[in-house]
């Protein structure tokens, strides 16, 4: 098989090109970073703590009243997605509880809440959108708290 150098030229340059389109789609993509409960590097722990509590006064004041009512109690992991100014990207729910009612106010509260305080300097030179994912419970005592 004979491929002439005009046309083997030509198939380089577009290959070439391709791969720089495709690294520059990929330098431009959203950093990610995505934590847990247990994570133990400080700059994340504190801004994870200050982001617990302030869910856990919004869902005091916002507790769903129908789970009140019927007395559901329940726990779900849900994960977080927090862009660097602080707003939210998405909450979505990894493990239901099994309760739509639950669920739904789990997002509820987690959407009340925000927009969260901005990443600091420390997390957004590295990170664009900080993913937390949390087991969240509705207690027999009317809370709503995270583990």
């Known amino acids: 098989l004979q ?8 198939s380089i340059a577009r290959l070439e090109a391709q791969i720089s389109k495709d690294w520059n789609a990929y330098q431009e993509r ?23 509590q302030k869910i856990e006064r919004v869902g005091e004041v916002n507790y769903p009243q129908a789970a009140r009512d019927q007395r559901i109690y329940g726990s779900l992991i849900a994960t977080v997605s927090i862009r660097t100014d602080g707003t939210l990207e998405k909450v979505q729910i990894d493990r239901s509880s099994g309760n739509k009612v639950l669920d739904e106010a789990t997002v509820r509260i987690v959407t009340l809440a925000a927009p969260y305080a901005a990443l600091p300097p420390d997390i957004s030179r590295e990170v664009d959108i900080l993913h937390i994912t949390r087991t969240w419970t509705f207690t027999r005592s009317d809370q709503f708290v995270s583990q």
């Open 3 to 10: 491929i002439s150098q005009p046309t083997l030229s030509k």
């Open 30 to 52: 959203p950093r990610r970073k995505f934590v847990g409960a247990r994570t133990q590097e400080f700059r994340y722990a504190r801004y994870i703590e200050d982001w617990r």
